[in-house]
């Protein structure tokens, strides 16, 4: 799986956009874009996933460049609970595959 | 949606006896159940992947003889922790994926927190 970049911390305001981003330059024409995020002391949380298009659901937006080499993912209205530790993971969609974490990016909103 | 359950939720105990932890997806069936460790402020570090129906197969520097690893349906799988000390206290993070081939989504549980002393 292609390594990930992100930075270690960020903080955003409440009720404000949450931008975060994660350079995966390595990354290949078969492998999608992931993002999990854990609050503390819990499992991961699924966010969203993407291959080229931009995607968005219910939780948040996920803007891949054209490229590919680079993501962005998007809280619309960062919340305290948005509070927690965003993780940007590219991997091959296979039937097996396991999820590889790196450092992510601690996200602190505050009021 | 898809939910993932641990039990127990925390364990303490002492060293040397063995615990085990349990992993159950609720509302789907997971052909595939993957077991994660976590220790203070670092990231999960994936220890085993569990088939339903096979052997599991252990990450690198992971001992299967003291991580004991049982899948034995499509709704559970366990994770034995034997001979426990305490350098094996940490978090313990199953993850779960429906069968379906083109559902790529893993599910997590909420963890459970082993403190040997």
């Known amino acids: 799986d292609a390594k990930t970049t992100q930075p270690p911390s960020m903080d955003c305001a409440e009720g404000r956009a949450a931008n975060l981003p994660c350079n995966h330059s390595?990354?290949?024409?078969?492998?999608?874009v992931y993002w999990y995020r854990q609050i503390h002391s819990q499992g991961p949380q699924y966010i969203i996933h993407g291959l080229k298009n931009n995607e968005t659901n219910e939780m948040a937006s996920l803007i891949i460049t054209e490229d590919r080499k680079s993501s962005t993912l998007i809280l619309p209205h960062a919340t305290l609970r948005d509070t927690a530790v965003y993780y940007c993971?590219?991997?091959?969609?296979?039937?097996?595959?396991?999820?590889?974490f790196g450092g992510g990016t601690r996200l602190m909103v505050k009021p | 949606g898809a939910v993932v359950s641990q039990h127990p939720s925390r364990v303490i105990c002492k060293s040397g006896t063995s615990v085990k932890i349990e992993c159950r997806s609720l509302?789907?069936?997971?052909?595939?159940m993957f077991w994660y460790r976590q220790f203070p402020k670092q990231s999960l570090m994936l220890m085993a992947t569990s088939n339903e129906g096979s052997k599991a197969t252990y990450e690198q520097g992971v001992e299967k003889d003291k991580f004991l690893i049982n899948h034995a349906s499509l709704t559970l799988s366990t994770l034995t922790v034997t001979s426990a000390h305490p350098e094996d206290s940490s978090f313990y993070i199953c993850?779960?994926?429906?069968?379906?081939?083109?559902?790529?989504?893993?599910?997590f549980g909420p963890g459970t927190r082993l403190l040997v002393l």
């Open positions: 993971i590219v991997r091959v969609m296979n039937a097996g595959n396991m999820l590889t």
């Open positions: 390595t990354i290949s024409g078969n492998e999608y």
């Open positions: 509302d789907f069936q997971a052909t595939t």
């Open positions: 993850s779960a994926k429906p069968g379906d081939y083109l559902q790529e989504t893993q599910y």
